[in-house]
């Protein structure tokens, strides 16, 4: 099984997702900090981001994009 919850012919579990994610919540959000530039490639801001799932790999990340 992959990082993504893909299992693929070579694994033990039939194909597909074998971890669901049942809920996904955000909440804090910051106000946008444009680093006094103009360059809108260097604006950050943060937020907690909750998920919530079932199966739980035995390895990898959950990747946030």
Request: net charge negative; proline share 2%.
């Amino acid at each position: 099984m992959d990082s993504f919850c893909n299992a693929s012919f070579s694994d033990q579990y039939a194909l597909g997702s074998v971890c669901e994610i049942t809920g996904i919540t955000t909440s804090n959000f910051t106000d946008c900090d444009s680093q006094e530039t103009m360059d809108w490639l260097d604006d950050t801001f943060t937020a907690d981001v909750t998920v919530e799932f079932t199966d739980i790999p035995a390895t990898g990340d959950l990747i946030l994009i």
